[in-house]
């Protein structure tokens, strides 16, 4: 399956099964950007092709979902890199920066996995090494309303999912080598993920609830509004 068919079947049955509101999108920079969502149901996915007008996206999946019927051909037709999530995938990473070095757009989950609680959890260093060592800017996205249980239980209702989806500034992120690179690291990852929650209700923040990051950017948020 080619990846404009693939788009073409997402957004045909999105439509049917969802209404998406969109906010913030148009701030997406144009040529190399990582976008860094929260993870809450095995729809996200579908949601970020369903709203991303763009063929050049990097995706990582679930290695467990490679021989998926629906999952593993979504896969494929993205061309997507395979990942174990239990271990460090050295050889994912590699394969990941490889491919973003020839420019694009990459998408991943910091958190690693669906969170079965609905709210935030803590975010793994791989996304602020994938960031730092492309150079590409981040964008946080945060996603509501595509938990699990709610898609499944709304469509046995035969009633539409209501999913937002909201995007946050873009910005950089340095890491500084030599001693401190962990914990610059742990920072990095915070940040990220406190942009992503600064964005979500706040149920959904779940490890990030009362961060002092994510308290001074609500300030400032409000202080904005």
Not at 164 to 187: C, L, T, Y
Request: with cysteine; aromatic share 6%.
């Amino acid at each position: 399956m080619k990846f404009k068919t693939l788009r073409s079947i997402v957004r045909f049955v999105m439509n049917i099964i969802a209404d998406v509101e969109v906010v913030g999108l148009e701030k997406l920079p144009q040529g190399n950007v990582l976008i860094a969502a929260n993870h809450l149901g095995r729809l996200d996915t579908a949601v970020l092709l369903y709203i991303l007008d763009r063929e050049d996206i990097i995706m990582a999946v679930a290695e467990k979902y490679k021989d998926h019927p629906i999952f593993g051909a979504i896969g494929r037709a993205a061309n997507a890199i395979w990942l174990n999530r239990f271990e460090a995938d050295f050889a994912a990473l590699r394969e990941i920066l490889a491919r973003m070095q020839k420019g694009g757009l990459m998408v991943i989950a910091p958190e690693g996995t669906r969170s079965k609680t609905a709210s935030m959890q803590e975010g793994k260093l791989g996304v602020a090494f994938l960031a730092s060592k492309s150079g590409y800017p981040v964008m946080p996205v945060a996603l509501t309303g595509t938990e699990d249980s709610g898609v499944v239980a709304n469509l046995k209702r035969l009633r539409r999912s209501k999913i937002k989806v909201v995007a946050g500034d873009a910005f950089q992120i340095e890491i500084p080598k030599g001693s401190g690179r962990e914990q610059a690291m742990r920072e990095a990852t915070d940040e990220i993920m406190c942009r992503i929650a600064v964005e979500l209700p706040e149920s959904y923040r779940g490890f990030y609830s009362g961060h002092p990051r994510l308290n001074e950017l609500l300030q400032n948020k409000n202080a904005k509004q």
